[in-house]
Every structure is written in C-alpha cells, then in structure tokens.
C-alpha cells in the first residue's frame, strides 16, 4: 500500500474519531462540552493546507485536505445545531472565514517565487498554534486535574496522522511539511500524556463520588 493510500486511508478514520465526538453530542443533545475549535480549527486548517498542497502542487494534500474541508463542515454543522451558544458559534466561524479569506487572498496576489515559503510558513504557524493552544493551560489542567484540550480520539489520530505525515514529506524531500509534522506530532503527543494524567472518566468519577 503507498504512503498516500495509509493517508487517505486514516484521514477517512479521523473523520471517523470526528463522528464519535458528534456521536456523543447527539446524545447528549448538546454541544457545549466540546471545544469549538475543535471544529473550527480542523475546518480553518483544512483551507489553508488545500491551499499549500496546490501551491507546493501536491495532489494529495489536496485531496486529504478537500474532503476535510466537505466533512468537516458538516461536523460544524451539527456542533452548531446542537450548541446553546449560536450566535457565539456564528460569530467565531465568521472572525475564521474572514481571517482565511485574508490569507487565501495574499495567496493570490503574492508573487510566485516569495509564496511558496511565506505561505507555508504562515501555514506551519497558524496549524501549530491551532493544535498546541491547550498547552498554554498546563498550569490551570494540574492546578484543577482537568483536562479541557482537544478530545482524546482526535489527539490520538492526529499523532498517527503526523507520523504518515512525515513518512509522505520524507518520501517527496518536502522540509516543510516535515518540520510542520515534526512539531505538532510533539504537541499532540504532550496534550495526549496530559489527557492521561487528567481523564476525564476521572474526573466525572470524582463529581460523583462527591455528590454522594
């Protein structure tokens, strides 16, 4: 099997760890446990790695990264359906749109020999801060023992995904896209060692044993 097949194939599964988190959002008939930039963030990455993918012209980062654009909007979708905060939802994918649609547009009119590095730079950038922003609460998780960042089934595929990830941008000799693996596979495996730490079965287990 080629390394762009195992891509696809687990981004399929991704979308899979998306629709367990949607799962229990349904069950719960609500969506506010869940971080929305969860959601949001996947969606705003998804754009600017298509992006990247026809800038660096990588077929299959932009395929992987069209269909995250598809499923992804409709996991928001649904987040947003079930959220008691709308107009909070609304208001920050509209603050992603416009900030995507401003770097989208210097894309365009940036001159082809500077883009193909400001570009993904400012890509590796913005999908670092994306996955590591939890990592700036580490005081407040070991503070109060809970864990609040990205869920576990999405940290989990997101540390396989850097992995193949990496085996892609080793197999073509693209550094960017293995410096932007490198790192966000060190990020996710930080907040997946937290999340083991602080489950959070534990900490419902304690509200309840509280409660008692």
Same mark, same amino acid.
């Given at each position: ?32 446990? $869940? ?79 500077? $883009? $193909? ?65 490198? $790192? ?29």
């Amino acid at each position: 099997m080629s390394n762009s097949t195992l891509l696809l194939k687990f981004d399929q599964e991704r979308m899979g760890d998306g629709r367990l988190v949607c799962k229990d959002i349904v069950k719960k008939k609500t969506s506010d446990h $869940v971080n929305l930039s969860t959601f949001v963030g996947a969606l705003f990455r998804s754009s600017l790695f298509f992006r990247q993918g026809f800038i660096l012209n990588l077929q299959t980062v932009m395929f992987v990264h069209g269909m995250g654009l598809l499923i992804n909007t409709l996991y928001l979708a649904l987040y947003w359906y079930y959220s008691n905060k709308k107009m909070n939802v609304i208001t920050t994918l509209f603050k992603t749109t416009l900030l995507s649609s401003v770097l989208l547009t210097y894309s365009f009119i940036e001159s082809t020999d500077l $883009v $193909v590095t400001r570009f993904p730079i400012m890509v590796s950038i913005i999908h670092l801060s994306l996955i590591g922003w939890p990592l700036l609460s580490v005081r407040e998780t070991i503070k109060t023992k809970k864990w609040s960042g990205h869920p576990k089934p999405i940290l989990i595929n997101s540390i396989v995904l850097c992995i193949l990830w990496l085996l892609y941008s080793i197999n073509i000799g693209n550094i960017i896209i293995f410096t932007q693996c490198s $790192v966000a596979f060190i990020f996710s495996s930080a907040q997946l060692g937290l999340w083991a730490i602080y489950p959070e079965e534990k900490n419902q287990r304690d509200k309840m044993e509280k409660h008692e």
